[in-house]
């Protein structure tokens, strides 16, 4: 009995002493030393399929030679929404996750992306946003309904925000705001209304979301101030909330804005994909003034591009003859590259393959006179090319070799 | 350029552990197996170009015995040359004289050479100790063994001419004897015994609790059954003991109540089914899982890999979990309760009392779960899963915080009454089942996004009836039959305007958007899913080796669902699913080949409503699907101890409402979807073997799935998604499980997985572009997992019926990459890390278990553990438990 209740109390102590010796346990792991940075000019974004993968490929040269993404690129697959969700400037990305209210600064390291520095950051309704690059320093980050904010990225602080005051309107969902840019000390926005109960569209089958008028406002900056609203109903949706897509560009000093009716942006299937203008030193949009892309490309879809310089602008146009479905937008060969002479508003297509690729994606980039644009079309070896697009010349050349991923979708300017 | 990955070494560190535990294991087993009597010799000996009869003859001097036969049987002119080395002579005889229908039998100094008879007769009988029924015992006569039944009873053929055998009867904790019979004629023998307790070695057995198990396992199937026994003094829930099986990976979202993907043999999601007692667990509503089940409702866990019997009625693409609840006729009481870290209560109480006389039955099945689920959060930038809150000051900083919004409740009760043992019924037991449940998230997919309101709430009814008769209007013919209706109603809220950041402060106000989605508004979503189950399954037994069954399993399913704030109707929807299944049994050379063949016939029905209203409208709709599944199992029996199997499906998961005719809201219809489809195939080795009081036992299996047309969500649109038809792998593979055991004293388990996914679309959907991943590892997928078990207990050391077991588990999760190994550079690809986890616990019981007391830690060296990415899971706990037993 005696030696029973010994072995009781032994059984005892060990069953509620047992977890407590080992509390001393902890864990330190010494971060990876990083490697010096390496210079390049570009960033190549590859992707591949099911489940998804997205990786970065610094380089200096799009022109010609070949990248492949097999053990090389800095793995991005995390960096939700994918490409879009970068911003680059000065050998840095900036980063902006809506999901965990969170903008990061990176350098790529060691073929890594390395954080600088995180800082919260809290975007109402930022599911989508744009940016714009107010200077080197500058950074201007807003959603899709109007909350911005300015940051100093060199310091990585919030210099000011706020929300765009664009009218509500009753029974609407928006403003939705396709883009803003800060030109000639004035803030020019564009926006749209979303409507569940808009008329049917013409086309059989087909339902509008997006009302058929485009909307702008230009505002004071930096105060904000003195808005000016216009309005035109030969479209809709100025811009697109998609970052880094193709929403306006400047031509001969006036601001010329790209729509996007198309139904992945806004979705109005009786508006055409066209170009408006709001003459500089003007407030409100060009009532003289609209090119109707959709009437000289069959009625088709337009949606990102970029402008070459030289009165060039590459447009890529999506082949709804042959986009049956809404998974052949991304997946088959239904688009092609057209350039659009701003002088005389003629369209001429580059002889390019048709070419498969996100059409929401940020891949095509306008450089120094050329605009560089992935043609996801594979040859017989599974391989394709980035090819450009030289304004100067009007030449459309086959660059660099892309070698094992299914996309680019993202191409990118660092310096 | 295709790009084929390997990971030679971890196999080569696989194999090598195999070969150690093969060998340490059973080099005892072979050692003992040599001995018997003279056709068991092995012998060395050549003839050459001589008559058979001089052959005989000289085997006859070699092994110092003489041969009778009639010349009539045998060609003895024939003349023969041939060397054989280190044979049997049974074996060198069968070879010699080229008939297989003769049989050899010793005597003495004398072989007998004579025809095989066709005739068989049937020994049968029960083993007794002190006039209970011994079930597990060993019986076996010549080369033939049986284990008796749950009641004792055995039964086992030999040659009718046979005149005098010896039965040998050995079970553990029982003195072993044998007994010489004989019985002159052909007509069955009826030979009861009775065994004697060995005192001595009942200091250290008790009940071994495997008969069911072994019985259920003895199968073609590639089945696990774990007989939850040994965990009811244990916290753990049934998925905490599922994940230590081999083939299994159970990826759990956090604590107590999260959710979790459940993989069999790679294949995971909606491949792979549940039930409880064959009654599938979507038919429980959303509130019940596997991981919110306290052990000790379980007696057993039946886990079907691949291929599944017919009996379930399932669409099960990569196999089933079945857990079959206690359905004796036994009065018992066992109830519990543990408190533990995060404030986790646990109390379960299952009872059942049956009036031996009347037949009466009511048996209650209960238990309450509550969690704070309040675990420390830390951060790890090494895997990239910061836990990060703002300074105040615009910048961030990294700090370990507690989990704010987790907790957790659900309840259920289930009564039973009915009568048991009647002439009408085995069993005829009407039964009503309620569950409550509370469930707040605290993360989405990943812990970067915090939510702080989000929850789920509900509650589910079901009443049921199930009936049971064997010899049911004839003789061999047994029915059962179940049939349930079920009520689910729950809601979703995700009514905040505010989100949060890890420390519980406020992240942004005043969102016109919720926390699950910012591209979705607030929502508070009410569900209500009715559900009617009927089951009927039939077996006749033809003959002593051969029966057939029928099994149909017809089910409907109808949805209701609103949204509050919005006022938003959803298309209300249905399903009708009807599962035929019919089997053909077969026992094949005295029980040695076991078949089973199979064929499914799957009838799917659905409906939706109209859609009047949004973005996409349309009219009401209506789809049919038929398919056919056949399958096999065959399990053939080496020698009495081992055996291999082989077991084939051609298997189907059919598409569900949601996946074919969308919600009307968000998902678009896709009327065009087909069924998932798979060829699984398995081939297995076991081997179980008692020598004295040390039992070995190995389990060797390898598995090869193709499986093609998986249903994936793809986006269509910012808001909108589609299923579709997508994917397409290989996964193959390999499990081993090796077990020792002494007695009751010590018990080791040592188990390994190992599998591999490829992807195997090699054209990008709905074009001829070539898929640049084809051939390559499907990445965030674990490819190598095993387990360690050690188990220590005396009986009667603290006293005349007590007990104090000592367990100790460990878990290993060798690491993978969570996106393409390939691509990328190596030193920027996301892990999940490798992982071991321990977990530890004593058991004390007294009064011969009726009273048990426990302390358990779960991860015990508080490891950050992961089984997803950016997903912490709990760190190191401690429970205590209570149990009180009486049966």
């Given at each position: 009995m005696h030696i029973n209740t010994i072995k009781k109390a032994i059984v005892l102590v060990t069953m509620f002493s047992m977890g407590y010796s080992l509390q001393s346990c902890k864990k330190s792991d010494s971060p990876d030393t990083p490697e010096p940075e390496t210079e390049k000019v570009f960033a190549v974004g590859g992707m591949v399929m099911e489940p998804d993968g997205s990786y970065i490929f610094q380089t200096?040269?799009?022109?010609g030679g070949e990248i492949s993404f097999v053990g090389k690129?800095?793995?991005?697959?995390?960096?939700?929404?994918g490409f879009l969700a970068f911003i680059t400037k000065s050998g840095f990305y900036y980063s902006y996750l809506s999901s965990e209210n969170t903008l990061t600064k990176y350098s790529y390291v060691n073929q890594t992306m390395q954080t600088v520095k995180a800082i919260p950051f809290v975007l109402e309704d930022g599911y989508r946003y744009n940016h714009q690059?107010?200077?080197?320093n500058t950074l201007l980050i807003y959603a899709y309904q109007g909350d911005y904010k300015i940051v100093n990225v060199e310091s990585m602080t919030v210099t000011k925000e706020g929300k765009f005051n664009l009218p509500t309107k009753a029974?609407?969902?928006?403003?939705?705001?396709?883009f803003a840019e800060v030109k000639d000390n004035k803030l020019h926005v564009g926006y749209w209304y979303g409507d569940e109960k808009y008329p049917t569209a013409v086309a059989p089958g087909k339902q509008n979301y997006a009302t058929g008028t485009a909307y702008f406002a230009v505002f004071d900056y930096?105060?904000?101030?003195?808005p000016v609203y216009s309005e035109d109903n030969?479209?809709?949706?100025?811009?697109?909330?998609?970052?880094?897509?193709?929403?306006t560009f400047t031509y001969n000093d006036d601001l010329y804005i790209v729509t996007s009716p198309f139904e992945m942006v806004a979705?109005?299937?009786d508006k055409p994909h066209g170009i408006y203008r709001i003459k500089k030193?003007?407030?409100?949009?060009?009532?003289?003034?609209?090119?109707?892309l959709s009437e000289k490309l069959n009625g088709d879809v337009v949606l990102g591009g970029g402008y070459?310089?030289?009165g060039k602008l590459l447009i890529r146009r999506i082949r709804m003859d042959l986009a049956?479905?809404?998974?052949?937008?991304?997946?088959?060969?239904?688009q092609e590259f057209h350039v659009v002479d701003?002088?005389?508003?003629s369209i001429t297509k580059l002889n390019v393959p048709l070419a498969k690729s996100q059409?929401?994606?940020?891949?095509i980039l306008a450089d120094e006179g050329k605009v560089y644009f992935p043609v996801n079309t594979k040859d017989i070896d599974g391989n394709f090319f980035l090819y450009n697009y030289d304004s100067t010349t009007g030449l459309v050349n086959k660059g660099v070799q892309i070698k094992d991923?299914?996309?680019?979708?993202g191409l990118f300017r660092l310096k | 350029m295709k790009i084929f990955l390997t990971q030679c070494g971890y196999m080569r560190t696989l194999c090598m552990i195999c070969c150690a535990l093969i060998g340490g294991f059973f080099i005892p087993i072979f050692a003992q197996a040599q001995g018997g009597n003279t056709l068991e010799k092995r012998i060395s000996i050549q003839f050459e170009n001589i008559k058979l009869s001089a052959a005989i003859l000289e085997m006859g001097e070699r092994l110092d015995c003489s041969f009778v036969y009639s010349?009539?049987?045998?060609?003895?002119?024939k003349r023969v040359s041939k060397k054989y080395t280190n044979e049997k002579v049974a074996d060198i005889l069968m070879q010699l004289i080229g008939r297989r229908d003769l049989k050899f039998k010793a005597s003495g100094s004398q072989i007998f050479i004579g025809l095989k008879s066709n005739k068989k007769k049937r020994i049968s009988g029960v083993v007794t100790a002190n006039g209970t029924p011994v079930p597990g015992a060993v019986v076996a006569i010549a080369e033939t063994a049986v284990v008796t039944d749950a009641d004792g009873r055995y039964q086992i053929k030999i040659d009718?001419?046979?005149?005098t055998y010896q039965v040998r009867v050995s079970s553990i904790g029982f003195k072993p004897f044998a007994k010489i019979v004989e019985s002159k004629g052909e007509g069955d023998v009826i030979l009861n015994m009775a065994m004697a307790i060995d005192e001595q070695s009942l200091e250290d057995?008790?009940?071994?609790?495997q008969t069911e198990v072994q019985k259920i396992k003895d199968?073609?199937?590639?089945l696990n059954t774990v007989s939850v026994d040994k965990f009811k003094?244990?916290?753990?829930?049934v998925n905490q003991i599922l994940n230590t099986t081999t083939g299994i990976r159970i990826r759990e979202?956090?604590?107590?109540?999260s959710d979790f993907n459940f993989s069999v043999n790679g294949l995971s999601g909606k491949a792979v089914r549940f039930f409880v007692d064959g009654i599938?667990?979507?038919?429980?509503?959303?509130?019940?899982t596997f991981n919110n089940?306290?052990?000790?409702?379980?007696?057993r866990l039946d886990v079907y890999k691949g291929v599944v019997p017919i009996e379930l009625g399932a669409d099960a693409l990569g196999g089933a979990i079945n857990m079959v609840t206690n359905k004796g006729t036994k009065s018992y009481l066992d109830a519990s309760y543990s408190y533990g870290s995060f404030n986790t209560h646990r109390a379960a109480l299952n009872t059942q009392y049956v009036?031996?006389?009347?037949g009466f039955l009511f048996k209650l099945t209960s238990f309450y779960n509550f969690s704070d689920n309040n675990y420390w959060m830390h951060s790890n930038p090494k895997y990239d899963a910061l836990i990060q809150v703002p300074d105040g000051n615009g910048n961030f900083i990294e700090k370990s915080v507690r989990r704010f919004h987790d907790q957790y409740r659900s309840a259920m009760a289930q009564g039973e009454v009915g009568y048991v043992n009647k002439k009408w019924a085995d069993v005829l037991v009407l039964g009503m089942l309620y569950n409550d449940h509370y469930k707040e998230y605290q993360?989405?997919?990943?812990?970067?996004?915090?939510?702080?309101k989000v929850n789920r709430n509900g509650d589910y009814f079901m009443p049921s009836i199930r009936y049971k008769k064997t010899?049911?209007?004839?003789?061999g013919l047994s029915a059962t039959a179940f049939m349930s209706y079920g009520v689910d109603r729950y809601a979703v809220v995700d009514t905040s305007s505010t989100t949060y950041w890890w420390d519980g402060?406020?992240?942004?106000?005043?969102?016109?958007?919720?926390?699950?989605?910012?591209s979705t508004p607030q929502s508070l979503t009410n569900f209500q899913n009715t559900f009617f189950l009927s089951r009927v399954n039939l077996m006749y037994?033809?003959?002593?080796?051969n029966k057939v069954s029928l099994n149909q399993n017809h089910s409907v399913a109808d949805q209701k669902s609103d949204e509050e704030l919005s006022q938003m109707q959803f298309t209300p929807s249905g399903q009708t699913k009807s599962i035929w299944g019919a089997s053909w049994q077969n026992n094949a050379f005295n029980d040695k080949l076991k078949t089973e063949v199979f064929a499914k016939l799957f009838h799917f029905g659905l409906n939706i409503g109209e859609v009047?209203?949004?973005?996409?409208q349309r009219a009401a709709q209506k789809r049919d699907y038929n398919k056919y599944g056949l399958g096999l199992a065959a399990r053939y029996a080496v020698t009495a101890d081992s055996r291999v199997r082989f077991s084939y499906e051609r298997a189907y998961r059919l598409p569900e409402l949601l996946e074919v005719l969308?919600?009307?809201?968000n998902v678009i219809p896709n009327p065009d979807i087909k069924p998932e489809s798979s060829h699984n195939l398995n081939v297995g080795f076991d081997m179980t073997k008692w020598l004295d009081n040390h039992l070995y036992s190995l389990d060797v299996a390898t598995f090869f799935r193709n499986s093609k047309d998986f249903i994936y969500s793809l986006p269509a649109g910012s808001t909108s998604s589609q299923f579709m038809n997508e994917g397409k792998v290989l996964v193959y593979g390999g499990e081993l499980e090796a077990r020792y055991k002494y007695t009751d004293l010590l018990e080791v388990t040592l188990n390994g997985s190992y599998q591999k996914t490829k992807?195997?679309?090699?054209?990008i959907y709905g074009t001829e572009t070539p898929r640049e991943t084809y051939g390559n590892m499907v990445p965030n997928q674990p490819w190598l997992f095993g387990n360690f078990f050690l188990s220590v207990g005396k009986n009667n050391?603290?006293?005349?019926?007590t007990r104090v077991q000592f367990d100790w588990s460990t878990q290993y999760f060798h690491s993978f990459f969570l996106?393409?190994?390939?691509?990328?550079s190596s030193q920027s690809l996301n892990v999940i890390p490798t992982q071991l986890l321990h977990n530890a616990g004593i058991t004390y019981a007294l009064k011969d278990g009726r009273y048990n007391i426990a302390v358990e830690s779960k991860n015990l060296t508080n490891e950050l553990a992961?089984?997803?990415?950016r997903l912490q899971k709990p760190g190191r706990s401690f429970n205590l438990k209570l149990r009180y037993y009486i049966h």
């Amino acid at each position: 009995m005696h030696i029973n209740t010994i072995k009781k109390a032994i059984v005892l102590v060990t069953m509620f002493s047992m977890g407590y010796s080992l509390q001393s346990c902890k864990k330190s792991d010494s971060p990876d030393t990083p490697e010096p940075e390496t210079e390049k000019v570009f960033a190549v974004g590859g992707m591949v399929m099911e489940p998804d993968g997205s990786y970065i490929f610094q380089t200096g040269n799009l022109t010609g030679g070949e990248i492949s993404f097999v053990g090389k690129g800095a793995n991005v697959t995390n960096q939700e929404p994918g490409f879009l969700a970068f911003i680059t400037k000065s050998g840095f990305y900036y980063s902006y996750l809506s999901s965990e209210n969170t903008l990061t600064k990176y350098s790529y390291v060691n073929q890594t992306m390395q954080t600088v520095k995180a800082i919260p950051f809290v975007l109402e309704d930022g599911y989508r946003y744009n940016h714009q690059w107010i200077d080197n320093n500058t950074l201007l980050i807003y959603a899709y309904q109007g909350d911005y904010k300015i940051v100093n990225v060199e310091s990585m602080t919030v210099t000011k925000e706020g929300k765009f005051n664009l009218p509500t309107k009753a029974g609407l969902t928006g403003p939705i705001v396709g883009f803003a840019e800060v030109k000639d000390n004035k803030l020019h926005v564009g926006y749209w209304y979303g409507d569940e109960k808009y008329p049917t569209a013409v086309a059989p089958g087909k339902q509008n979301y997006a009302t058929g008028t485009a909307y702008f406002a230009v505002f004071d900056y930096p105060s904000l101030s003195n808005p000016v609203y216009s309005e035109d109903n030969r479209s809709t949706s100025p811009g697109n909330d998609r970052n880094g897509v193709l929403k306006t560009f400047t031509y001969n000093d006036d601001l010329y804005i790209v729509t996007s009716p198309f139904e992945m942006v806004a979705q109005n299937w009786d508006k055409p994909h066209g170009i408006y203008r709001i003459k500089k030193g003007t407030s409100v949009v060009d009532p003289t003034y609209f090119l109707n892309l959709s009437e000289k490309l069959n009625g088709d879809v337009v949606l990102g591009g970029g402008y070459a310089g030289n009165g060039k602008l590459l447009i890529r146009r999506i082949r709804m003859d042959l986009a049956l479905t809404w998974g052949s937008y991304g997946f088959a060969n239904v688009q092609e590259f057209h350039v659009v002479d701003m002088a005389s508003g003629s369209i001429t297509k580059l002889n390019v393959p048709l070419a498969k690729s996100q059409p929401t994606a940020p891949n095509i980039l306008a450089d120094e006179g050329k605009v560089y644009f992935p043609v996801n079309t594979k040859d017989i070896d599974g391989n394709f090319f980035l090819y450009n697009y030289d304004s100067t010349t009007g030449l459309v050349n086959k660059g660099v070799q892309i070698k094992d991923v299914d996309a680019v979708n993202g191409l990118f300017r660092l310096k | 350029m295709k790009i084929f990955l390997t990971q030679c070494g971890y196999m080569r560190t696989l194999c090598m552990i195999c070969c150690a535990l093969i060998g340490g294991f059973f080099i005892p087993i072979f050692a003992q197996a040599q001995g018997g009597n003279t056709l068991e010799k092995r012998i060395s000996i050549q003839f050459e170009n001589i008559k058979l009869s001089a052959a005989i003859l000289e085997m006859g001097e070699r092994l110092d015995c003489s041969f009778v036969y009639s010349n009539q049987l045998l060609q003895t002119e024939k003349r023969v040359s041939k060397k054989y080395t280190n044979e049997k002579v049974a074996d060198i005889l069968m070879q010699l004289i080229g008939r297989r229908d003769l049989k050899f039998k010793a005597s003495g100094s004398q072989i007998f050479i004579g025809l095989k008879s066709n005739k068989k007769k049937r020994i049968s009988g029960v083993v007794t100790a002190n006039g209970t029924p011994v079930p597990g015992a060993v019986v076996a006569i010549a080369e033939t063994a049986v284990v008796t039944d749950a009641d004792g009873r055995y039964q086992i053929k030999i040659d009718a001419e046979e005149q005098t055998y010896q039965v040998r009867v050995s079970s553990i904790g029982f003195k072993p004897f044998a007994k010489i019979v004989e019985s002159k004629g052909e007509g069955d023998v009826i030979l009861n015994m009775a065994m004697a307790i060995d005192e001595q070695s009942l200091e250290d057995v008790m009940v071994l609790g495997q008969t069911e198990v072994q019985k259920i396992k003895d199968s073609g199937f590639n089945l696990n059954t774990v007989s939850v026994d040994k965990f009811k003094n244990s916290t753990r829930d049934v998925n905490q003991i599922l994940n230590t099986t081999t083939g299994i990976r159970i990826r759990e979202y956090g604590g107590l109540g999260s959710d979790f993907n459940f993989s069999v043999n790679g294949l995971s999601g909606k491949a792979v089914r549940f039930f409880v007692d064959g009654i599938p667990m979507e038919n429980y509503g959303v509130g019940m899982t596997f991981n919110n089940f306290p052990v000790n409702l379980a007696e057993r866990l039946d886990v079907y890999k691949g291929v599944v019997p017919i009996e379930l009625g399932a669409d099960a693409l990569g196999g089933a979990i079945n857990m079959v609840t206690n359905k004796g006729t036994k009065s018992y009481l066992d109830a519990s309760y543990s408190y533990g870290s995060f404030n986790t209560h646990r109390a379960a109480l299952n009872t059942q009392y049956v009036n031996q006389q009347t037949g009466f039955l009511f048996k209650l099945t209960s238990f309450y779960n509550f969690s704070d689920n309040n675990y420390w959060m830390h951060s790890n930038p090494k895997y990239d899963a910061l836990i990060q809150v703002p300074d105040g000051n615009g910048n961030f900083i990294e700090k370990s915080v507690r989990r704010f919004h987790d907790q957790y409740r659900s309840a259920m009760a289930q009564g039973e009454v009915g009568y048991v043992n009647k002439k009408w019924a085995d069993v005829l037991v009407l039964g009503m089942l309620y569950n409550d449940h509370y469930k707040e998230y605290q993360t989405g997919a990943r812990q970067s996004a915090v939510y702080g309101k989000v929850n789920r709430n509900g509650d589910y009814f079901m009443p049921s009836i199930r009936y049971k008769k064997t010899d049911l209007f004839t003789k061999g013919l047994s029915a059962t039959a179940f049939m349930s209706y079920g009520v689910d109603r729950y809601a979703v809220v995700d009514t905040s305007s505010t989100t949060y950041w890890w420390d519980g402060s406020v992240r942004s106000s005043q969102n016109k958007h919720g926390e699950i989605g910012a591209s979705t508004p607030q929502s508070l979503t009410n569900f209500q899913n009715t559900f009617f189950l009927s089951r009927v399954n039939l077996m006749y037994e033809l003959n002593a080796n051969n029966k057939v069954s029928l099994n149909q399993n017809h089910s409907v399913a109808d949805q209701k669902s609103d949204e509050e704030l919005s006022q938003m109707q959803f298309t209300p929807s249905g399903q009708t699913k009807s599962i035929w299944g019919a089997s053909w049994q077969n026992n094949a050379f005295n029980d040695k080949l076991k078949t089973e063949v199979f064929a499914k016939l799957f009838h799917f029905g659905l409906n939706i409503g109209e859609v009047t209203s949004g973005k996409n409208q349309r009219a009401a709709q209506k789809r049919d699907y038929n398919k056919y599944g056949l399958g096999l199992a065959a399990r053939y029996a080496v020698t009495a101890d081992s055996r291999v199997r082989f077991s084939y499906e051609r298997a189907y998961r059919l598409p569900e409402l949601l996946e074919v005719l969308g919600d009307g809201v968000n998902v678009i219809p896709n009327p065009d979807i087909k069924p998932e489809s798979s060829h699984n195939l398995n081939v297995g080795f076991d081997m179980t073997k008692w020598l004295d009081n040390h039992l070995y036992s190995l389990d060797v299996a390898t598995f090869f799935r193709n499986s093609k047309d998986f249903i994936y969500s793809l986006p269509a649109g910012s808001t909108s998604s589609q299923f579709m038809n997508e994917g397409k792998v290989l996964v193959y593979g390999g499990e081993l499980e090796a077990r020792y055991k002494y007695t009751d004293l010590l018990e080791v388990t040592l188990n390994g997985s190992y599998q591999k996914t490829k992807q195997n679309q090699q054209y990008i959907y709905g074009t001829e572009t070539p898929r640049e991943t084809y051939g390559n590892m499907v990445p965030n997928q674990p490819w190598l997992f095993g387990n360690f078990f050690l188990s220590v207990g005396k009986n009667n050391w603290l006293g005349k019926g007590t007990r104090v077991q000592f367990d100790w588990s460990t878990q290993y999760f060798h690491s993978f990459f969570l996106t393409w190994e390939a691509w990328g550079s190596s030193q920027s690809l996301n892990v999940i890390p490798t992982q071991l986890l321990h977990n530890a616990g004593i058991t004390y019981a007294l009064k011969d278990g009726r009273y048990n007391i426990a302390v358990e830690s779960k991860n015990l060296t508080n490891e950050l553990a992961y089984d997803n990415f950016r997903l912490q899971k709990p760190g190191r706990s401690f429970n205590l438990k209570l149990r009180y037993y009486i049966h």
